[in-house]
């Protein structure tokens, strides 16, 4: 069985251990030190050993499509060509990194965000089909606005070949490979998910035309980024509510990991998720710190609209925090399903905190293991983990890291024992390099 410091392909790429920070938001924006903001996140992990890095949540368009403030976008080849002083500084750690690209569709700010929703009127949201009767409920309730542009097939076409150019673009900044935000409710989970898509073209209905979109997406990058890794999320929307009754199962998510790596992704990444924005992203404890902080009080306001309403948020939160508690390697099973099924890279994450436990699933759910919450809190994780068989990350799982990010708030531990641990951490010398 492999272990977590054993190396591994991903494609025709080789990766020198199979640790790997999952994508988050790194909050960099697209501003004048937007790179020095990424090197100063993304370095000091790839400087402590971690094999792989993804840079998550880059947009591929250069208007609309965020899901979250402080998200980078991808569609200028000025701004992305400075990246490659971020790559290069990954790849003196020899460490490999890769970029995620995305588009949130019907998840995007002008959906949901208050603020930037009145900062930029104009703006409609891209929708695989007519939004599904629970969002426009939530649409009159007023916690949402809903003022969708349904993608024609043409639409369709040109937003996959927006995929492929941000790819080519990154290829030549240095990236090693590409990341597809399949889940957490973006416009690719859009595609592949009966609840949203009720499109009646080749691109909807039985599950095969669902998944054209991706295919496409993957058509784009290989002519335009040539054999660049690929890989992508796979979701699996079982944390959806009793409301939603056509949604992806488990079965779903197993044929469509098939299909992909038939089309030819380099490797895979389970997960299971909901239809909607929620807990079960990142399961854990409620959040009181960050929900109570008069520091964010008034950017939770712009978000949601008022203080009213982001109250009614908070708890909600607090609900779901007790439907979706952390639960060590929450994919571990849906993981296994799919690796059974494919010949390609299955890459876990997902509650993964413990290296012994991390070792457990290797050559047995996945072939490598990633982390994104605990990064927050220890930029130099790998450092341990990769160190010794007894190392377990010091992240709570408490989500005031998180919550925080939908005023544009950076993705920082707030929780002071765990940084007081952190802190003794580094006096024993515990993350030298």
Known sequence: MPTLDESVAIGGHEVTNRLYRAPLLECAGNGPDAVDRLVAELEPTAAAGAGLLFQG????????????????????????????RLTDRIHDHGASIFLQLEHGGLRSMETWHAGYRDANPDLRQLAVSRPPWQLRSLDRLGFLSLSPRVLSADDVRELAADFGRAA????DAGYDGIHLAGANMGIIQQFLSPFYNHRTDAFGGSRSKRVWFLELVHDEIRARAGDVPLVTKVPAETAAP??????LDVDDAVAIARSLADIGFDGLVPVRTSTFWDMSIVRGKYPERAWTHERFQDGYADA???RRRARAVSLLNRLQAHRFPTEPGWNADLCRRVRGAVDVPVLMEGGLRERAHID????DACDLAGMARPFYA?????ARLLGTEKATAICESCNNCTVPQVTGADGVCRTPAVLERRGELERQGAYEE
């Open 360 to 363: 457990s699933l290797l050559g």
């Open 378 to 382: 220890e930029p130099r994780l790998p």
């Open 304 to 306: 949601f609209g008022s």
């Open 168 to 171: 080519a673009r990154a290829v």
């Open 57 to 84: 949540a880059t947009v591929v368009r250069g208007e609309g499509g965020c899901a979250a403030p402080g998200m980078t976008r991808v569609h200028d080849d000025a701004f992305v060509s400075r990246l490659s």
């Open 242 to 247: 009793r409301v939603v009754r056509r949604h």
